[in-house]
């Protein structure tokens, strides 16, 4: 695995073109979404059934063949292997919990010149949530994208998720059936997306699309953001791991393998300022990586994006840690509390020597849908407050509104807004006549 | 003016064709903006002035002409007007006051199994505001994108804005002094949006932008989305306002005309259940015309994209407003604050016949920059929130880990996820040999 030193020489350049990731700038690929959304606009249920038998080999004959019934969803949770049910169970009850804490209420004050402000928080109306698919569709992702709505207060929500030769996992049904998804849909990619944006004859429009997809999806979800809300443009995953002092190297290799084993461009970096560790952290990867059953996934990974970094000191994997805002950030060490404090961009931060990233991905609570490539430099694990939305409450008083009527009136003026200075000026000389 | 009643046979149609509006759907736009961006890209300054000399034709003869000093800035508002000083010293405070109720604090608690759970808020490293411009350009757009950056904590804050022939309103580089903007830049267009979105020899790269602009910037803003953050696409100004009983008709005309001077695709619609009442605020709206600066551009607003309409009670008018979503909504009637509480989406919502939307846009306190077209059904006025973002913080303990450890150990099984299973197994049995 590559090693770095920040003693480096041309370290800083390395490391930032290690980091570089742009996903949906490829024009061709933009091209191709732009005339799925077209098409699918034009023809609706038709073309996304034509495409879905195309792309996904579905054998659908037609468009509600598409749809799963809640019956379907029922006989999947009921036909559970009860271990796995409760370890289901446990992890929507966890994620519920959590996201509880995150619900936003509205608020109003009167100021002193006896006007009311206010903030009214309000749930979105419907949503369509992207579970990626297959196979190997992820159940955790189904819990952890309608978990949050449901706790907001959204009355509709729509799951899509791409079933390849029609197949799908059981256990995708039946977190859909927990997680209070409803409706679904064996729709994905591109095509999906604008189902959901624009509405089909039998898929409704939704106001917000949220959950992680491949770059098509990426790219479509950026293409209709406007006409509805994202959350996020995905990329692949991403582990930061630090360590210092007593640590297990095993545990720690094992730790980066698992973001490496999600995809050929997720991105794993190990710092430490111990190099003995680094090299016993290399070494157990490499051991770990023989037994693994996506290994080939994981070295290519590690190849391509993958990183050991020794670094000077604390301060110095600070910086690092900043600069990449990793969407998984683990911080093996002491006091990793304090050190916390100190990272200012982190999707999620997994603390001390117990908390392993995958707990985070199925059961500790937080959400794992998190910002990807930086992006936390400026947003937010998805959470409840994507499900909700704030309208401003503003309430005058014939007398409090006087002061604010004149200095209106005084800066509309300045800005050429003539009907704006009028309109204030009523009111505060009702018989102004202009 | 378009006068519609609800009882008109095609009136569904008629209406939702009236709200149909699209910003930056077209191909030559988003070609140009594309080309405009990879040239940022890749010539920095050089490009950015260049563009500037030739759509702005400004007069600067090498970049560094484009940037504002602080001493310019302290100059600016030094010269006001005492009065106008006032006005817009009283304009930010009570932005200040509404937006430091928005700020939001991390939190945390620990789970009955002894692990540590919480979301930490941290503020944004540096965000750019985009302020549209010109001589016509808003002082209060200024304080209103500087302000919560300011109160989310954001320690730099970099305006651009354009200044068309070289010529910008005083009273804008004035705001920016009042409201602590770091380094300002008379640039505008995609060019100035690239340039924050990516950095230029001279603009530092920011990590989010926020401002409206025209159907360039929006354009802009959408494709570098990923790159940076961005608040919303904005389109067309609206303004719904919605009265019933005793009305001053030529108060509601103007407030009509308050939105509809903004822009020749501005919206502005009147919904009554009162027959008589609709046609004195038609007739006002005529009389106000005739006296009106901007009259040629509310005319065409109002011809293009205005309507009065007729409904038969106020359900029939929630409906509509649910429909419409309207960035501004007036609510002129005695039991306001009741009918508010059945509005699900506006951006902002004033409520009485003393609270014309001009105070929104200038000093009550909320944000004036809303969200359009529709978009309130899913986004939030500009706040606070939109400068600060949240990061997940989870800490097991020993102890606590082990029933986690397992049901993650269990569920990532399930998703052929070995790495995530083993990592996980670790933590509950340490001494595992894979």
Same mark, same amino acid.
Request: negative net charge; charged residues 20%.
């Given at each position: %695995? ?6 480096? *020489?041309?370290?800083? *350049? ?27 606009? *034009? ?5 996304? #059934? =034509?495409?879905?038998? !195309? ?7 037609? @468009? ?54 206010? !903030? =009214? ?37 729509? %799951? ?24 679904? @849909? ?44 994202? /959350? ?13 002092? *007593?640590?297990? +190297?095993?545990?720690?290799?094992? /730790?980066? #393998? ?14 430490? $300022? /111990?190099?003995?560790? #680094? ?40 910086? #690092?840690?900043? !600069? ?14 304090? %050190? ?15 908390? $392993?990233?995958?707990?985070? /991905? ?24 994507? @499900? ?16 604010? +009527? ?6 509309? !003026? ?21």
């Amino acid at each position: %695995m590559r090693r770095l030193s920040t003693q480096d *020489q041309n370290f800083k *350049q390395v490391f930032s073109d290690l980091l570089a990731f742009e996903t949906v700038n490829d024009p061709e690929l933009l091209k191709t979404v732009d005339q799925i959304i077209a098409d699918v606009r *034009q023809h609706g249920d038709d073309h996304v #059934l =034509k495409l879905t038998q !195309q792309f996904d080999r579905h054998p659908a004959h037609q @468009f509600s063949d598409l749809e799963l019934t809640q019956e379907q969803l029922k006989a999947a949770f009921d036909a559970l292997n009860p271990e796995i049910r409760e370890a289901l169970e446990l992890a929507a009850e966890r994620i519920r919990s959590f996201h509880q804490v995150q619900k936003q209420e509205g608020w109003s004050y009167v100021d002193a010149l006896g006007n009311t402000l206010g !903030q =009214k928080v309000t749930p979105l109306d419907r949503v369509g949530i992207y579970v990626p698919g297959g196979l190997a569709s992820y159940p955790s992702s189904v819990l952890m994208n309608a978990i949050p709505a449901h706790v907001a207060g959204v009355p509709e929500i729509i %799951m899509v998720v791409p079933a390849p030769n029609g197949e799908l996992n059981p256990l995708v049904l039946a977190a859909a059936y927990l997680a209070g998804v409803s409706r679904i @849909f064996t729709i994905g990619g591109a095509q999906a997306v604008a189902a959901l944006a624009y509405g089909t004859q039998t898929i409704p429009a939704v106001d917000k699309i949220t959950g992680p997809g491949n770059r098509f999806v990426a790219a479509a979800k950026r293409a209709v953001f406007g006409q509805v809300g994202i /959350d996020m443009i995905a990329g692949p995953s991403e582990i930061l791991v630090y360590a210092e002092g *007593q640590n297990n +190297a095993k545990w720690l290799a094992m /730790d980066v #393998l698992s973001q490496a084993e999600h995809d050929t461009v997720a991105q794993a970096i190990f710092i430490t $300022p /111990d190099a003995d560790l #680094l090299e016993d952290v290399a070494q157990a990867i490499e051991e770990h990586l023989a037994a693994l059953p996506k290994a080939d996934i994981a070295r290519t990974s590690i190849a391509n994006r993958g990183a050991l970094v020794l670094v000077k000191d604390r301060a110095e994997a600070v910086e #690092l840690i900043n !600069q990449v805002a990793p969407e998984h950030l683990e911080l093996c060490l002491d006091d990793a509390e304090a %050190m916390s404090q100190e990272v200012r961009h982190a999707g999620a931060i997994f603390m001390g020597r117990y908390t $392993p990233e995958a707990i985070g /991905d199925y059961c500790a609570g937080p959400n794992h849908v998190l910002p990807t490539s930086g992006t936390a430099r400026f947003s937010s694990p998805l959470g409840v407050y994507d @499900f909700q939305k704030r309208s401003s409450l503003i309430m005058c008083s014939e007398a409090g509104v006087k002061t604010l +009527a004149k200095t209106a009136d005084l800066l509309a !003026q300045q800005e050429n807004l003539d009907a704006h200075a009028r309109s204030a000026r009523y009111r505060y000389c009702p018989e102004t006549n202009f």
